[in-house]
């Protein structure tokens, strides 16, 4: 998997590495916010989702409401980032590259 978490009226999310298997690598500043950011407020929604990482892995295990969850949580941020002012660079978003991207939280 490669590309965008996208749709007609919401912003792309980056996804920075391309992978075929359950890992899913994001890079959150293509819609103005920060790992930090998502894992403070995926922690404090109804069903709390754990996140530490650029890296989601997602399992046979893994309910479809905390994916419908994380998508949801994702568009929110990036409606208030984007209400809030927040452009994102025409040039970055031509230039989407992927790349081997590990990032953790501390």
């Given at each position: 998997m490669h590309g965008t978490f996208s749709s007609p009226q919401q912003p792309a999310v980056s996804l920075t590495y391309?992978?075929?298997?359950?890992?899913?690598?994001?890079d959150p500043s293509s819609i103005g916010t920060s790992y930090a950011e998502i894992a403070e407020r995926a922690g404090k929604i109804p069903n709390p989702l754990s996140l530490a990482a650029s890296r989601?892995?997602?399992?046979i295990q893994t309910a479809e409401q905390a994916i419908d969850d994380f998508l949801g949580l994702i568009r929110s941020i990036a409606e208030e980032k984007r209400a809030a002012g927040f452009v994102r660079s025409v040039e970055k978003a031509r230039n989407?590259?992927?790349?081997?991207?590990?990032?953790?939280?501390?």
């Open positions: 391309q992978t075929t298997r359950n890992k899913i690598f994001y989601l892995v997602v399992h989407i590259s992927h790349r081997d991207m590990y990032a953790h939280l501390k």
